[in-house]
C-alpha cells in the first residue's frame, strides 16, 4: 500500500496538468482582484458624464464593489465553484490517464489488490485537489493584501477565513471523491471532464431546483436540493457560519465522501478492465 502511495505521489509530482491547474487557480484568483481594480477605475471615470438611473446604477455597482473584501472573493473562488472547475480537469486527467497507457492493467497485473489500487490512487488526488484549493485560498488572502491593504486583517476576518476555508476543504473533498467515482465509471478523459463541470458543477444544482418543483407539485415534503453537495457549497456563508450549518453540512459532506469512496471501490473490485 505505501508503495501504491508513493508511486501515485510521484506520478502527480511529475503531472503538468497538476501544477498547471494550481498555477492557473492561483493566477485567476489574483486576476479577480485585477479585475474589480480595472472596473472601479472605470465606473469613476465614466461616472461623471453619466445621468439619471444610470448613473445611480453605476453608483450602486460601485458602491457594492467598494464592499467586497477577501471573504467576497474567496467565496468566489470556493462557493462559485470557479476553483472546483479545474480541479475536476485535473481529478479526471490524473485518475482515468492510466487507462489508454495500459499502467492500469499492469498494475492489476502485477498481484496488488484491488481495493489497495483504488484507495492509494483515491487518497493521492484527494490530497492533490486539497494542495490546489489550499493555493488558491493562500493566493486569494495575498492579493488581498496586496490590493486591499491589512486594514480588515483582524482576529474576527482570520476566524471567519479559516472557518470558510476549513468547511469547504471538507465540501470539496467530499466533490471529489464523486467526481473520481463517476470518472470510474465512464473510464474515458473526455467524458469524465464533461460530466464533472457540465453535469456535476454546473447542471446538478438546476436538475436538483427541478427536482424539488417536481416534488412540492406531488405534494412531496421532501427537498433533494438540501442534501446535495454543490448545493451546501453555494449556500455556505464566508462570515459567521452558523454551528446547525456546520453540522448539517458535515454530515452531507461526510455521506457523499463515504458512499462514492465505498462505491468506487466495490465497482473498481468487479470491473473488467482492458
Known amino acids: 500500500m505505501i508503495n501504491l502511495i508513493s508511486s501515485e505521489l510521484y506520478r502527480m509530482k511529475k503531472s503538468r496538468c497538476f501544477w498547471g491547474v494550481c498555477i492557473f487557480n492561483m493566477v485567476f484568483a489574483?486576476?479577480?482582484y485585477v479585475t474589480l481594480d480595472r472596473i472601479k477605475e472605470i465606473i469613476q471615470n465614466e461616472s461623471p458624464i453619466v445621468v439619471?438611473?444610470?448613473a445611480n446604477t453605476m453608483s450602486e455597482l460601485s458602491a457594492n464593489l467598494s464592499e467586497m473584501d477577501i471573504l467576497d472573493v474567496l467565496q468566489n473562488m470556493y462557493g462559485n465553484t470557479n476553483a472546483a472547475i479545474l480541479v475536476s480537469v485535473?481529478?479526471?486527467v490524473f485518475v482515468l490517464g492510466v487507462y489508454p497507457c495500459g499502467t492500469m492493467k499492469n498494475l492489476v497485473g502485477k498481484g496488488?489488490?484491488?481495493e489497495e489500487i483504488f484507495l492509494a490512487r483515491f487518497l493521492v488526488t484527494e490530497f492533490g485537489a486539497v494542495v490546489n484549493y489550499f493555493l488558491t485560498a493562500l493566493a486569494t488572502l495575498i492579493g488581498g493584501i496586496v490590493y486591499m491593504g491589512i486594514s480588515e486583517l483582524n482576529s474576527t476576518f482570520f476566524y471567519d477565513f479559516f472557518s470558510y476555508v476549513a468547511m469547504n476543504f471538507l465540501y470539496l473533498t467530499s466533490l471529489t471523491a464523486v467526481i473520481i467515482f463517476l470518472g470510474e465509471l465512464v473510464e474515458k478523459i473526455a467524458a469524465g471532464i464533461v460530466i464533472s463541470i457540465v453535469g456535476i458543477l454546473l447542471g446538478s444544482y438546476t436538475l436538483m431546483q427541478l427536482l424539488d418543483l417536481l416534488c412540492i407539485s406531488l405534494h412531496i415534503q421532501f427537498q433533494p436540493s438540501k442534501y446535495w453537495i454543490i448545493t451546501i457549497i453555494q449556500q455556505c456563508p464566508c462570515r459567521d457560519i452558523?454551528?446547525?450549518f456546520i453540522t448539517s453540512s458535515g454530515l452531507i459532506a461526510?455521506?457523499?465522501?463515504?458512499v462514492s469512496l465505498i462505491g468506487g471501490m466495490?465497482?473498481?473490485m468487479k470491473k473488467d478492465i482492458k
Open 30 to 32: 489574483l486576476l479577480t
Open 52 to 54: 439619471g438611473d444610470t
Open 266 to 268: 466495490l465497482y473498481f
Open 112 to 114: 496488488y489488490r484491488r
Open 242 to 244: 452558523p454551528a446547525e
Open 254 to 258: 461526510g455521506f457523499w465522501l463515504l
Open 90 to 92: 485535473f481529478i479526471c
